[in-house]
């Protein structure tokens, strides 16, 4: 890097040069947004929680997906006025949705931005994504994590969104996006953010922290690494036993890296993943392995289960477009 302070300024800069025709860079609010959007015909989607976890939420940004995002610095929720000012920029006459992912900060800063927003005559709905099972509370969170699952509800959403689909139609499908989702992480390493010197955690050589959350927050237990099989058992029998998902559910599974896992290793643990829901009866009809929220260079993974109906298969698989991959 140049400097700790300029990280993420020069990151969304050059995600911005780098698609000069679709994207558009705000410095002065760390936003990105679709060179599109505003539009009055559609609501806005719009999201933004500390960066580090690219490319949520800043590289989400484009057809059928995000409309615009505010990250704020590395693991660090936006500003409040950050969040304020993506929301009036981005203001629609269908109004703007929030997305926001369950962690003290990000609820503080976007309830009041919210707030302030709606004093203004701002229309704003707001769906909370809580799919992390390891853990009911931590010092991080009210209540359960933000994670993985996050991209299915702005996949199902952004794809709804171009449809048409009116703000309380959104609420209710990302509510339900986040009801039908579930997912864990593991961690063997931890990671060093812009401007310190030493990783937020280590584990020695044969450990691992199962449950960790993307900021590297604890989790469940710190304990002997073993085999990748064992490790991918532990996760599946956590995440399908916490909705529960059925012999005979469709879903779609992920497999996400968390930054420093080679994709290599990544099919490696979805090969046992897909043996497992097989067995259990599963029926996996979408599958998504790589990097969808990542914790700077962490070497881990999450396992994430979304139970599936026909509304949900049909936005999964709709046309979208974003700066780190196209659907």
């Known amino acids: 890097m140049n400097s700790p302070e300029n990280f993420v300024p020069e990151m969304l800069e050059g995600l911005a040069l780098a698609n000069p025709e679709k994207l558009r860079y705000m410095p002065e609010y760390n936003i990105i947004h679709r060179s599109d959007r505003p539009n009055d015909g559609f609501v806005s989607i719009i999201q933004g929680s500390g960066s580090g976890h ?67 005559g701002v229309k704003i709905g707001v769906v909370l994504i809580d799919d992390d099972v390891s853990v009911t509370n931590s010092a991080y969170t009210i209540g359960r994590r933000g994670v993985a699952g996050n991209f299915f509800v702005i996949k199902a959403c952004g794809a709804a969104c171009a449809e048409g689909a009116d703000l309380e139609h959104l609420v209710a499908l990302g509510n339900k996006v986040n009801s039908q989702v579930r997912t864990m992480g593991v961690a063997i390493s931890g990671c060093t953010p812009p401007g310190k010197d030493a990783p937020i955690f280590s584990c020695d050589e044969d450990e691992m922290e199962m449950g960790v959350g993307i900021h590297g927050e604890k989790g469940r237990r710190r304990a002997s690494l073993p085999e990748a099989d064992a490790v991918v058992d532990e996760m599946f029998e956590a995440v399908t036993g916490d909705l529960p998902f059925e012999k005979g559910d469709e879903v779609a599974l992920m497999i996400n890296g968390l930054g420093g896992t080679p994709p290599s290793e990544l099919f490696l643990l979805y090969r046992r993943a897909a043996i497992r829901a097989q067995a259990r009866g599963l029926q996996v009809v979408r599958n998504y392995v790589g990097e969808y929220c990542t914790s700077l260079e962490m070497a881990g993974f999450s396992l994430t289960l979304l139970r599936l109906d026909d509304e949900l298969k049909r936005l999964l698989v709709a046309p979208a477009e974003i700066p780190w991959r196209v659907f």
Request: aromatic letters at 6%.
């Open 54 to 120: 690219e490319p949520a939420h800043a590289m989400c940004v484009g057809p059928g997906m995000l409309d615009a995002a505010c990250p704020g610095s590395v693991f660090a929720a936006p500003p409040i006025e950050y969040v304020l000012a993506c929301t009036k920029i981005m203001n629609s006459r269908k109004g703007v949705l929030h997305l926001i992912n369950n962690y003290t900060g990000d609820r503080m800063c976007w309830d009041m931005a919210r707030e302030l927003a709606e004093a203004e």
